[in-house]
């Protein structure tokens, strides 16, 4: 039996990811999410800073990351400095400071450039699930499970939750380029 949700719920699940990498994007505004990519090599493994400390916002260009063991400080300090996300960190105390730059004109054509990648990759993906479905969808009808209406009608749903699903990560990255060219 075909279970044309279960590749529904793989696009889903495919989309759910681009939007965190989206999320992650430095766009003019200081996001805690920014850091979300940012790995630590800390206690013999990678870990994400918001296990190491608390990560606030208290304004939109200033990002404080309040470190719990002082040890990890030059370790955290680091994995930022080396990570693509141009920022600075201060530290101050067992505080880091992550001042949030303006965009400059180079930067939002560079990030524009970098979220319509990000969005054909999703898209490859989505249609990599449709390609997976249609060839289920083939061995069933070859092994006599399904009829041919049935496989050109299961066909003809996945190909419109392929369209939905494009059509989403098309909307996601012009909002995304929006927010980004937005002063």
Request: aromatic share 2%.
């Amino acid at each position: 039996m075909f279970d044309e949700k279960s590749y529904s719920l793989k696009m889903d699940k495919t989309i759910d990811i681009f939007v965190k990498e989206l999320g992650s994007l430095r766009t003019g505004r200081a996001n805690a999410s920014m850091l979300d990519l940012v790995k630590v090599d800390v206690y013999g493994q990678q870990m994400p800073i918001n296990q190491l400390a608390s990560i606030t916002t208290p304004e939109p260009r200033m990002i404080n990351i309040q470190v719990w063991d002082t040890n990890n400080l030059p370790l955290i300090d680091s994995a930022i400095k080396k990570s693509e996300l141009g920022l600075n960190p201060q530290i101050d105390g067992q505080l880091i400071r992550l001042p949030v730059p303006e965009l400059n004109e180079e930067r939002r054509t560079e990030l524009k450039k970098m979220i319509k990648s990000m969005g054909e990759k999703c898209k490859v993906s989505v249609r990599n699930i449709r390609r997976e479905a249609n060839e289920e969808l083939k061995k069933l009808l070859k092994s006599k499970d399904i009829s041919e209406d049935e496989e050109k009608s299961n066909e003809k749903n996945i190909q419109t939750i392929t369209d939905d699903h494009i059509k989403i990560v098309d909307e996601k990255v012009s909002s995304k380029e929006k927010e980004i060219m937005t002063i």
